[in-house]
């Protein structure tokens, strides 16, 4: 923690406080509000979490305003260009870019807890055949704590690392089972000589009837899109895995809450929902009715895939997925896909309208992924289990930086209480 340099002066009637005011290496300064209760006997209000700072951070920059995201201070956009996914998982957990050495270690490992026990193939068929991979994926990985006791114990830095890994590793491969399991095809095991996206395309794609030769394009833009979703400071979802690690429940469970936090729409479930929107508004002619629709106040229907609470200028990884979505559909000869027709005039009828720009509203990380992962052939219900898969190991690094904080609590938020105040019980014969 850095040393406080600055004071805030509050005043409350005729009292006045003092409260430090920490500066960041980037970013807004924050203010220590820890004591303000104590001193003071008033709560701050921020339902939502607009202006609150929850934890300190070495992980993940975000410049809203610049449309800047930077891991460890790496730009995203060069490690989308330069980089890849396994390696940004190295760095995200261990705060540096790895050797050679380090790297070919790291993989070694990883690729070697891609299996999933045995056992768990009967959890899979538990589910019925219809259920959406999300809620397979939330059971499967909150089960781990009942299939792997050997990496529970979260003040065991060792137990920290191996569960770390086994997460990073074994999402792909609950994820292409869960869709497997969906389309009543038998599931594909992991294979050592494929690197981490090839693995799980293979996975999800190859049937033991023949072949299967992952496009190395595919497998490519399939990398670039887990790197654009490996982590995004204190969203939503990585907030769960905090709140739930906090209580040191045991981190497969805390993933499991995360999982089940992304599903929504409002966060991670905005793929899917962004996909099904291109597809019911259907061609570029219907566009106005959908953005007079999202500028209704009394209606609540939203662009999908449209704005952020951070980002108010653009998001820089719809930029790079953008390209991504260029070059696959190029690949597959879909350069017409009627979807990235109607999503590409949707944006620059977005941008251009004043309300979209004084909202200041434009194409998130979720806007073009649908499409690429749609062109690719995986239904809509896989998107956002891709995404989970992603940030795994933005939810694993935060969660590891936290139980290793030696300021590390329990999360206990209070509340402005609007409700009745103390009153008797009536018996139901006066009621
Ligand atoms: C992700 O936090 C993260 O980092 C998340 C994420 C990550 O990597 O973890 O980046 C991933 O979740 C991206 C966001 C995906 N969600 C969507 O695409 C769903 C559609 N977007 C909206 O639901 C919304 O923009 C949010 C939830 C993303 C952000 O909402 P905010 O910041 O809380 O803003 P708001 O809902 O208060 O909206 C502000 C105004 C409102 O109008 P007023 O009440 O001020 O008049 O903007 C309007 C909203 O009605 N608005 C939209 C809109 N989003 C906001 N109007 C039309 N379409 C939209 N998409």
């Not at 809620?135 to 830095?157: I, K, L, P, R």
């Not at 491969?173 to 693995?199: C, E, H, M």
């Not at 709140?243 to 497969?252: K, Q």
């Not at 999503?343 to 004043?354: F, M």
Request: aromatic fraction near 10%.
């Amino acid at each position: 923690m850095t040393e406080a340099k600055k004071t805030a002066k509050l005043t409350i009637g005729e009292n006045s406080y003092d409260l430090p005011i920490f500066s960041p290496t980037a970013g807004p300064d924050v203010i220590d509000i820890r004591k303000l209760y104590g001193e003071a006997g008033v709560f701050t209000y921020d339902p939502g979490f607009t202006s609150t700072a929850s934890c300190d951070s070495t992980i993940t920059f975000i410049d809203g305003g610049k449309g800047e995201l930077l891991h460890r201070g790496y730009p995203i956009d060069q490690l989308a260009g330069k980089s890849h996914y396994l390696e940004v998982c190295y760095l995200l957990l261990y705060g540096e870019l790895p050797s050679a050495a380090q790297l070919e270690d790291f993989e070694s490992t990883i690729t070697r807890h891609t299996m999933l026990h045995e056992q768990m193939v009967n959890f899979f068929r538990g589910f019925r055949r219809d259920a959406h991979p999300m809620a397979v994926m939330v059971g499967v990985v909150g089960a781990m704590s009942a299939f792997y006791h050997d990496s529970t114990d979260v003040n065991d830095e060792r137990q920290r690392e191996i569960a770390s890994h086994r997460l990073i590793a074994k999402m792909p491969t609950i994820a292409a089972w869960a869709y497997k399991y969906s389309v009543g095809q038998p599931f594909v095991y992991p294979r050592n000589d494929l690197d981490y996206a090839a693995n799980f395309l293979h996975m999800c794609f190859a049937v033991p009837a023949e072949e299967y030769h992952v496009d190395p394009i595919l497998s490519r833009a399939m990398d670039r899109i887990f790197i654009l979703h490996a982590d995004h400071e204190q969203n939503a979802s990585t907030s769960t895995v905090r709140l739930a690690s906090s209580s040191g429940a045991n981190p497969f469970a805390c993933i499991a809450a995360g999982i089940a936090c992304l599903w929504g729409p409002a966060h991670g479930g905005a793929n899917q929902a962004c996909l099904e929107m291109l597809k019911e508004i259907g061609g570029v002619d219907r566009i106005p009715e959908y953005i007079a629709r999202a500028k209704d106040k009394n209606d609540p229907f939203r662009l999908m895939g449209f704005g952020h609470r951070v980002y108010k200028n653009f998001d820089p990884r719809a930029t790079v997925m953008k390209q991504s979505a260029d070059e696959v559909l190029d690949l597959l000869g879909i350069e017409n896909n009627p979807l990235l027709q109607v999503a590409k005039e949707l944006e620059k009828i977005a941008l251009e309208d004043e309300y979209f720009a004084e909202k200041k509203l434009f194409p998130n990380v979720d806007f073009y992924s649908g499409i690429i992962l749609e062109a690719m052939g995986f239904p809509t219900s896989m998107f956002t289990p891709i995404f989970a898969l992603s940030r795994t190991v933005g939810w694993v690094s935060q969660w590891k930086e936290m139980i290793a904080d030696p300021q590390n609590k329990i999360g206990r938020p209070r509340q402005l209480y609007l409700g009745e105040t103390a009153r008797d019980y009536v018996d139901i014969e006066k009621r």
